[in-house]
């Protein structure tokens, strides 16, 4: 997505090529212990580059004519001549001329017969040799094609649905944009991979949850799952505009001029009350995750404050329940690409899976651990599955403790009210920085110090039974690990990365189109507490997911908030927080009154999932297992909830 940045700063992999072409190009020694992989024997420079028009179905801008969508493509020209067919990486974006993909911002270039010349990021130049195609889709109402951009719906996910149908001998293509001449796809076994940062990793997601044929795997980096969730979290609105502001942000002139119709729609739909609507419903895919049969490796940065966590736990967990082949990497980073954060064992990985899965080279990926989690500034651990085997939701729950403002978390039923007026001029790290002292704007709970290291893993909820002096209420809850740390600076513009002026080269370049591109650092920032979990919610959705309603001053309320999912490891000597508080300044809007809360301590908890549950807990903060463990395993596999993913008259 666009950078839309809704925080402040706190208060406070250099590689070579030839190391990851040496894993491509295995010695005869190698060969004997692993299966050797796609290799560079393709000529790039003599590819084939074409462009088709596939008619999309979809007459979204209402001119009478069916909706073509501009596909661009670069494949090796000797498997065309020997009539060999090959798989396809595919990346569907909106951005191909109004914004650029990739640190560099790179955009389509074209030659004078309007093939395309330039084609962003490295993944032509490095699979093509290779034997693959690369196709490069315009989303409708976007670049060269007809339509109109709805934002993850409809329109969206049929325009690179379309594509991969007509890879498979499904649908219609054409040499140009208005002619009548067919063109085929005779060179392809439709075998199709999907991959894409933000609203392209997002369009994958969706073209995914249609269970469309011959999909074989997708690859959403930093990607949506449901577009509620990218503008609201139960009720509380995380940004002042709508999805009319992503459309009219990457339209063509043409949709511009043609898709007034389109646009509000996209107003009228998502209503700024934050009420569920049929838009929603449309752009849920997490509802149809059923329908996946494609294989899922998934990236997400922790600290991605663009696209949250938040669309990475639903959906993880919808296709663990409905048996999905999966892989994630977790970093530290915000919402960066993997290519610029652990760049030479990313593209050899992701090699690997597309060999794994569209060619069916059986070089042992699948059997690998499921999970990469940053853990520090370029130091990686894994885990065989993920969330880790032994993980348990254990209940913690809040005591006044012995300080006006200042109180404890435990395992045992706390006692007593803690207040808070909200400041909409204060964040999560303004309350975090304040922990240890009683201040008016938060109510705060800590662990003892901890004996041992401690392994969050997965998602949490946090249930608080609240009390407003005025009909408006926005809530935040915050775990935070308080102790000293060095973490990758994600509030800072690179949100975890520094560009180098150095470059490195990844595949075959042309005169047009460079495989080589500026390398990155990671920049990191020392800090005394890290926020490792995050969720807020319209108290005034205390009774529904989907529709808020105005709260009686003095009446208590009871509602539960949806925490992000996250690894974190709490190290020994270390503390754990939660922060209860209103407008987390920066990342939510504020309500229309400035409410005054006061939290029922007795009907406030925190589920968290700990690694080894509430025992693992237990031992951290007394030293010994005082506790029985919480009965719900995760290990990979739980049900989503569903209270809030379909709405109330479909249920």
Known sequence: MPKRTR???????????????LATLLTP???????????????YEDAIREAVWVDTGLDED??????????????????????????????ASPYYSCCGRGNESQKKTYDAQGRVAQMP?????????????????????????????????????????????WLNGRAKAYTTRTGATRAQAGWTNGRTGMIGKSWDGTIANGVAATGVKGLKTIVPISAISSWYDYYFQQGAPLYDSGPEWLSDYVDSPDARAKCAAVQRKLVDGAPRTGDWTPLWSERDYVKAARKVKASVFLVHGMQDLNVRMKHVGPWWNALAKNGVERKIWLSQTGHVDPFDFRRGAWVETLHRWFDHELMGIDNGIDREPMADIERAPGQWDTSRVWPPSG????????DRGTQAGVGTLGLHRGHGTASFTDDPKLSETDWAAQIDKPTAEKAGFTTRTLTRDLRVSGSSEVTVTATPSTPTAHLSAVLVDLGPATIRDY?????????LTDRTCWGASTTADSSCFKETKARTADVDYTVVSRGWADLGNHASDHKGSPLTPGKRYTITLDLAATDHVVPKGHRLALIVAGTDQGLIDPPADKPKLTLDLSRTSARVPFTGGATAF???TTGAATATPGATFLDGVREPRTTHRVPEASQ
């Open 7 to 21: 925080f402040t700063t706190w208060r406070p992999l250099a590689t070579a090529a030839t190391a990851a072409l």
């Open 29 to 43: 020694v190698a060969a004997q212990a692993a299966p050797r992989g796609s290799e560079p024997v393709h000529s």
């Open 62 to 91: 209402r001119d009478g004519k069916p909706d073509r969508v501009a596909v661009d493509i670069v494949r090796p020209r000797e498997t065309a001549r020997q009539g060999r067919k090959v798989p396809v990486i595919m990346d």
């Open 121 to 165: 990021l490295y993944y032509d130049n490095y699979f093509v040799p290779r034997g693959y195609a690369f196709v490069g889709v315009d989303l409708a109402g976007t670049n060269r094609s007809d339509g109109c951009v709805d934002v993850g719906g409809r329109s969206d996910v049929q325009s690179a649905k379309a594509v991969v149908d």
């Open 391 to 398: 993980t348990r939701t254990a209940t913690l729950r809040p």
């Open 491 to 499: 509030a800072d513009a690179g949100e975890g990365i520094t560009t």
């Open 618 to 620: 237990a031992r951290a």
